[in-house]
């Protein structure tokens, strides 16, 4: 699966051994098995290259010749508008992407996306993680958390003049970091005059435009139906990034709101958001070169970073997270090791590392097998010989400057990894972000530091209240401790000036975790109103441990912003030549994700990822008896696999594969962010759910490879299957407007 925020991750073969089972389509319609064949005998399928853009909606009309060429009928100016079908009904989770399914508020999305949820109402007795869940009922429905929330965007409109214009040639970083703060500030106070809206301000080609996106943010939000681990997550972070896959990876929630419509807080008098659009589910399936279209909020890509920048995450930064975050694992399943209740409080954070280790370490191996540096290289240069002929006069030294400033970047995210790793407490985290809030709260709201305005006040209460589902103390002291191991063997260079001083060591933790309160939820967040004298009387270690922290933490965060206003000074300057010269060539321009909405395209399609080797763009249902082992994560549901033995396939039987399809490949651009994102047939119809991409392609976030990129979707017609034949959820199969093939 796609991760949804950012450390990385990588496990070893596997354990559970089996034998994969490629599907290729041979010129079209014919089915082969298991059976490997030249690229050249795969004909028109061969040739299948991915389609590169992250596309903003408004560009799309830009793009009509593209959609009509790989088949899309939808008017490109209907994918613009955000207030028309489709766009309307795709929703962002806050880190994941979902749609509308229902006029009730019905909302899918992948499995791992409503893990948090899922976890939640999980007990040791009572455990939906590996049973699953299913409300026949609305009143059977369960709160889905305070972190739970659904975004409806409703308006995107260009800042950019009001975030940048006047802003003086001679201010420092830090006062130009401070000036854009404070416009981007004002421009989401000005937007968030009606409470129900949250509103962001992102920038867009590093910092070369800046938009307002407004969304209706919907706080009620319930658990509805998720499958059993053994669906959602069959093949576990061992399939993670591999092809090909068979996991069933969604889930469903329902947005609820006041009576009179609108967003409000949780409760048993509010009733089922009445979406303005809802997605129709097709089940007509699609076969080999059939056109998609995705739309969701992908979270991040570098594709504009320059070759240093590269070198600096292959060489240090990836290298350091694979380490760090593979021996965070390692103490978090010793820690827990026998005791089921600790198991399922931390099951929801491992899974995120081991999501997040394997993403970074297949960018190493991708960084290996292909030198996207080399790539970057002649790029770069290609670039700069342009520039010193088009773009470079009156702009004094712009790239030497760029270059300057992103060797003070990369230096200073080493010292902010390496306070991280000194600082590797939630309950320390906990008590700096208390501390840090208290501070903002003496002066008034729009002088606040972003993340500590009256807006943010919810969100940080929800954080808090939201680690005793993923918190026990003595794992957080296992885990601190090995961290400040880590951190003592690092280059003495790297410690942020006076932390030494500060940390303790491993040996004299007992006594934090002994003297402290903040373990208790409600004590925790009472905190959220004591004012600084109360912090700096305290004598609670972790309280006093985070007042004598607050310089440290300062001196970084000002020497942060100064070369965050550098940047924002240089690089959109770079980001505007580069667009003049891509221009130039005539190749149109898409900005970096940054997670907001986005349109991108693509077909089915196979690929080679090495030589002599082709992956068929489907599997189905027998290829999971096919991977059946007695141990997590092959296990197969008794239902499930009497379903296939007995082969009720029903409507849900594709004519070509003979049986029920489960997940496919598309050549669609697609990152972290994009998990749960709808996958549309031509006519704007859900046939399927992005969750993952294959281990060749994840370097895309870097690198666009056109030959291997490719997405990984849940096949619709496998979730319909399984809610019928295995599951029971015929009152969703009712509830959703279902297109099923003729017979």
Same mark, same amino acid.
């Given at each position: 699966?796609?991760?949804?925020?950012?450390?990385?991750?990588?496990?070893?073969?596997?354990?559970?051994? /089996?034998?994969?089972?490629?599907?290729?389509?041979?010129?079209?319609?014919?089915?082969?098995?298991?059976?490997?064949?030249?690229?050249?005998?795969?004909?028109?399928?061969?040739?299948?290259?991915?389609?590169?853009?992250?596309?903003?909606?408004?560009?799309?009309?830009?793009?009509?010749?593209?959609?009509?060429?790989?088949?899309?009928?939808?008017?490109?100016?209907?994918?613009?508008?955000?207030?028309?079908?489709?766009?309307?009904?795709?929703?962002?989770?806050?880190?994941?992407?979902?749609?509308?399914?229902?006029?009730?508020?019905?909302?899918?999305?992948?499995?791992?996306?409503?893990?948090?949820?899922?976890?939640?109402?999980?007990?040791?007795?009572?455990?939906?993680?590996?049973?699953?869940?299913?409300?026949?009922?609305?009143?059977?429905?369960?709160?889905?958390?305070?972190?739970?929330?659904?975004?409806?965007?409703?308006?995107?409109?260009?800042?950019?003049?009001?975030?940048?214009?006047?802003?003086?040639?001679?201010?420092?970083?830090?006062?130009?970091?401070?000036?854009?703060?404070?416009?981007?500030?004002?421009?989401? =106070?000005?937007?968030?005059?009606?409470?129900?809206?949250?509103?962001?301000?992102?920038?867009?080609?590093?910092?070369?435009?800046?938009?307002?996106?407004?969304?209706?943010?919907?706080? %009620?939000? !319930?658990?509805?139906?998720?499958? =059993?681990?053994?669906?959602?997550?069959?093949?576990?972070?061992?399939?993670? /990034?591999?092809?090909?896959?068979?996991?069933?990876?969604?889930?469903?929630? !329902?947005? /609820?709101?006041?009576?009179?419509?609108?967003?409000?807080?949780?409760?048993?008098?509010?009733?089922?958001?009445?979406?303005?659009?809802?997605?129709?589910?097709?089940?007509?399936?699609?076969?080999?070169? *059939?056109?998609?279209?995705?739309?969701?909020?992908?979270?991040?890509?570098?594709?504009?970073?320059?070759?240093?920048?590269?070198?600096?995450?292959?060489?240090?930064?990836?290298?350091?997270?694979?380490?760090?975050?593979?021996?965070?694992?390692?103490?978090?399943?010793?820690?827990?090791?026998?005791?089921?209740?600790? *198991?399922?409080? &931390?099951?929801?954070?491992?899974?995120?590392?081991?999501?997040?280790?394997?993403?970074?370490?297949?960018?190493?191996?991708?960084? =290996?097998?292909?030198?996207?540096?080399?790539?970057?290289?002649?790029?770069?240069?290609?670039?700069? +010989?342009?520039?010193?002929?088009?773009?470079?006069?009156?702009?004094?030294?712009?790239?030497?400057?760029?270059?300057?400033?992103?060797?003070?970047?990369?230096?200073?995210?080493?010292?902010?990894?390496?306070?991280?790793?000194?600082?590797?407490?939630?309950?320390?985290?906990?008590?700096?972000?208390?501390?840090?809030?208290?501070?903002?709260?003496?002066?008034?709201?729009?002088?606040?530091?972003?993340? &500590?305005?009256?807006? %943010?006040?919810?969100?940080?209460?929800?954080?808090?209240?939201?680690?005793?589902?993923?918190?026990?103390? @003595?794992?957080?002291?296992?885990?601190?401790?090995?961290?400040?191991?880590? &951190?003592?063997?690092?280059?003495?260079?790297?410690?942020?000036?006076?932390?030494?001083?500060?940390?303790?060591?491993?040996?004299?933790?007992?006594? /934090?975790?002994?003297?402290?309160?903040? @373990?208790?939820?409600?004590?925790?967040?009472?905190?959220?109103?004591?004012?600084?004298? +109360?912090?700096?009387?305290?004598?609670?270690?972790?309280?006093?441990?985070?007042?004598?922290?607050?310089?440290?933490?300062?001196?970084?965060?000002?020497?942060?912003?100064?070369?965050?206003?550098?940047?924002?000074?240089?690089?959109?300057?770079?980001?505007?030549?580069?667009?003049?010269?891509?221009?130039?060539?005539?190749?149109?321009?898409?900005? *970096? =994700?940054?997670?907001?909405?986005?349109?991108?395209?693509?077909?089915?399609?196979?690929?080679?990822?090495?030589?002599?080797?082709?992956?068929?763009?489907?599997?189905?249902?027998?290829?999971?008896?096919?991977?059946?082992?007695?141990?997590?994560?092959?296990?197969?549901?008794?239902?499930?696999?009497?379903?296939?033995?007995?082969?009720?396939?029903?409507?849900?039987?594709?004519?070509?594969?003979?049986?029920?399809?489960?997940?496919?490949?598309?050549?669609?651009?697609?990152?972290?962010?994009?998990?749960?994102?709808?996958?549309?047939?031509?006519?704007?119809?859900?046939?399927?759910?992005?969750?993952?991409?294959?281990?060749?392609?994840?370097?895309?976030?870097?690198?666009?490879?056109?030959?291997?990129?490719?997405?990984?979707?849940?096949?619709?017609?496998?979730?319909?299957?399984?809610?019928?034949?295995?599951?029971?959820?015929?009152?969703?199969?009712?509830?959703?407007?279902?297109?099923?093939?003729?017979?």
């Amino acid at each position: 699966m796609q991760p949804v925020w950012t450390p990385k991750n990588h496990v070893g073969p596997p354990t559970t051994g /089996y034998t994969p089972r490629l599907f290729l389509l041979i010129r079209g319609p014919t089915l082969f098995k298991s059976i490997v064949l030249p690229v050249a005998l795969l004909g028109v399928a061969a040739n299948a290259v991915a389609d590169e853009g992250q596309w903003q909606p408004h560009q799309l009309p830009q793009l009509k010749s593209e959609l009509k060429r790989i088949g899309i009928t939808m008017p490109a100016e209907k994918l613009a508008d955000l207030s028309k079908h489709p766009m309307s009904a795709i929703v962002s989770l806050g880190g994941c992407s979902a749609s509308f399914v229902s006029p009730d508020g019905l909302v899918v999305t992948n499995h791992h996306c409503a893990y948090g949820a899922i976890q939640r109402n999980s007990t040791a007795e009572k455990n939906y993680i590996v049973d699953g869940f299913l409300a026949k009922t609305r009143a059977e429905e369960l709160p889905g958390g305070p972190n739970t929330l659904v975004y409806v965007t409703e308006k995107v409109e260009n800042v950019t003049d009001r975030v940048l214009t006047g802003l003086g040639a001679g201010m420092s970083g830090r006062e130009r970091s401070e000036a854009i703060s404070a416009r981007v500030k004002a421009l989401i =106070a000005e937007c968030e005059s009606d409470k129900a809206y949250r509103c962001s301000v992102p920038a867009f080609h590093r910092g070369l435009e800046y938009y307002r996106i407004k969304q209706l943010m919907i706080r %009620d939000v !319930r658990l509805v139906y998720a499958p =059993a681990d053994a669906v959602g997550n069959f093949g576990g972070d061992i399939d993670n /990034y591999e092809w090909p896959r068979q996991t069933g990876d969604y889930s469903f929630l !329902r947005a /609820y709101v006041g009576p009179d419509g609108r967003p409000a807080d949780p409760s048993p008098n509010n009733v089922p958001y009445k979406s303005k659009d809802f997605l129709v589910v097709s089940a007509e399936g699609l076969k080999n070169g *059939d056109p998609i279209l995705l739309a969701g909020y992908p979270g991040r890509t570098s594709r504009y970073k320059l070759p240093s920048e590269i070198r600096f995450a292959r060489d240090v930064d990836y290298p350091a997270k694979v380490a760090t975050i593979t021996a965070d694992l390692d103490v978090i399943a010793a820690a827990t090791r026998g005791n089921a209740t600790w *198991d399922v409080r &931390y099951a929801s954070v491992a899974k995120s590392l081991n999501n997040v280790l394997k993403k970074t370490q297949g960018l190493l191996d991708g960084f =290996a097998r292909k030198d996207i540096a080399a790539i970057k290289d002649v790029q770069d240069a290609e670039f700069r +010989a342009w520039y010193g002929k088009n773009g470079s006069a009156g702009k004094g030294n712009l790239l030497a400057d760029l270059d300057a400033v992103i060797a003070s970047d990369m230096a200073l995210s080493r010292e902010e990894a390496a306070y991280g790793e000194a600082t590797h407490s939630d309950l320390l985290k906990s008590a700096r972000t208390l501390y840090r809030l208290a501070q903002e709260r003496r002066k008034s709201d729009a002088q606040r530091d972003a993340g &500590y305005q009256e807006r %943010d006040l919810s969100f940080i209460k929800a954080r808090l209240t939201r680690l005793e589902q993923s918190f026990v103390p @003595a794992v957080d002291q296992a885990r601190w401790a090995a961290a400040l191991g880590r &951190y003592a063997k690092l280059d003495a260079k790297l410690h942020p000036q006076g932390l030494d001083a500060l940390v303790p060591n491993a040996a004299g933790l007992d006594a /934090y975790y002994k003297g402290t309160e903040l @373990a208790d939820t409600a004590k925790r967040l009472a905190w959220m109103n004591a004012d600084v004298d +109360a912090f700096r009387k305290s004598n609670d270690p972790f309280i006093a441990l985070a007042v004598r922290l607050n310089d440290v933490a300062d001196a970084l965060e000002s020497r942060r912003k100064d070369i965050d206003g550098n940047l924002d000074r240089t690089i959109p300057q770079y980001m505007s030549a580069v667009i003049a010269w891509k221009k130039s060539q005539g190749k149109p321009v898409y900005p *970096d =994700a940054n997670s907001t909405l986005r349109v991108t395209y693509g077909t089915v399609s196979p690929y080679a990822p090495r030589d002599g080797l082709v992956k068929g763009p489907f599997t189905t249902v027998e290829g999971i008896l096919e991977k059946e082992t007695d141990k997590d994560p092959f296990l197969v549901p008794a239902t499930l696999k009497k379903a296939v033995l007995e082969k009720r396939y029903g409507a849900f039987k594709d004519p070509v594969l003979g049986t029920v399809p489960v997940n496919f490949l598309s050549s669609a651009d697609t990152t972290g962010g994009n998990s749960g994102s709808a996958v549309m047939n031509k006519r704007g119809e859900l046939v399927g759910l992005n969750f993952d991409s294959t281990y060749e392609s994840i370097t895309k976030d870097w690198y666009f490879d056109t030959a291997i990129t490719r997405a990984i979707h849940v096949d619709i017609r496998y979730m319909l299957w399984v809610m019928k034949e295995v599951d029971g959820a015929d009152n969703l199969l009712k509830e959703m407007t279902i297109k099923y093939p003729k017979q």
